[in-house]
């Protein structure tokens, strides 16, 4: 059954040094607040798996956070490359950054194996790439029924998931809507959980076609109202486009962005204190 934690004790109970962790969201509900209680606690040594991982990655790894990236596409969405990412890849700085490159359909078909309980997945991807030379998490196989060549893929079980929703009940209940990724298969495939939510209710109100993780899967519930920024969360805020725009410019330079880091995420006690001292407000 989820308990009702702060963040700073849901990230300390939950995620420790060498974990596999998962942070997912597809365009809004993306846990960068999450992402920074993570900094703040000097995790390290950590695998980061996601399938777009993006600015919240690009500070975790920046900040000395990752070894090992699993993942199918990684960028600032509509800006251009991940600074902190490519210098860990071309130069090792802060530190070497080993990866794993996989497609959408193979990590998708990776967690929902985890979320089954079964070891691996199949699929009909990867035919015709060069991604198996590189990557030794994908498998040739033969169909037994028609003899079919297809890719297997294994299952994907992080120590901890994270994900941003918009509500959870008082029991821990989660309620998320709107562009859904793979937040659900990620969730259940993964030892441990953290839910931030825009807020927490007493029952939670019919949604159309949103989903539900119920109490029983979900370790931590955090209430962190603006979790998701500068990604959006549907009918709670806006995506910050400007913040993605300027993160190019901070994390292209190391000094610089070693500097945000100290001043904006070391520098602050919690999430709240975070985006005051950037100047956004929440709704």
Excluded at 88 to 101: D, F, K, R, S, T
Excluded at 178 to 183: D, F, P, Y
Aim: charge should be negative.
């Amino acid at each position: 059954m989820a308990e009702i934690l702060s963040l700073r004790d849901a990230v300390a109970a939950c995620v420790h040094d060498g974990d596999t962790i998962a942070l997912e969201g597809f365009t809004h509900l993306i846990p960068h607040a999450a992402g920074h209680e993570i900094i703040r606690q000097h995790r390290r040594n950590l695998h980061l798996v996601r399938m777009t991982p993006d600015m919240v990655y690009d500070q975790l790894i920046g900040s000395g956070c990752a070894t090992k990236l699993t993942f199918s596409w990684g960028g600032n969405p509509g800006v251009g490359s991940l600074q902190r990412f490519r210098d860990a890849v071309e130069n090792g700085w802060p530190h070497p950054l080993e990866i794993e490159e996989h497609s959408h359909a193979g990590m998708a078909t990776r967690y929902a194996a985890g979320a089954a309980g079964l070891p691996f997945g199949v699929l009909r991807g990867y035919v015709g790439t060069g991604l198996p030379e590189y990557t030794d998490t994908i498998k040739g196989i033969e169909c037994p029924f028609t003899g079919e060549r297809l890719t297997a893929v294994p299952a994907l079980n992080p120590d901890v998931s994270i994900v941003h929703a918009q509500r959870a009940d008082r029991d821990g209940n989660v309620q998320i809507a709107g562009l859904v990724g793979v937040q659900k298969e990620a969730v259940l495939a993964a030892k441990r959980s953290i839910v931030t939510v825009e807020e927490l209710v007493d029952h939670l109100e019919p949604v159309p076609n949103s989903v539900v993780l119920p109490t029983w899967v979900v370790t931590a519930v955090c209430h962190v109202p603006g979790g998701a920024h500068p990604s959006f969360a549907m009918g709670f805020s806006d995506r910050d486009n400007r913040f993605y725009k300027d993160w190019d410019a901070i994390s292209k330079d190391r000094d610089s962005f070693t500097a945000w880091i100290d001043a904006n995420i070391h520098g602050t006690a919690d999430h709240a204190a975070y985006l005051d001292r950037i100047g956004v407000t929440v709704r």
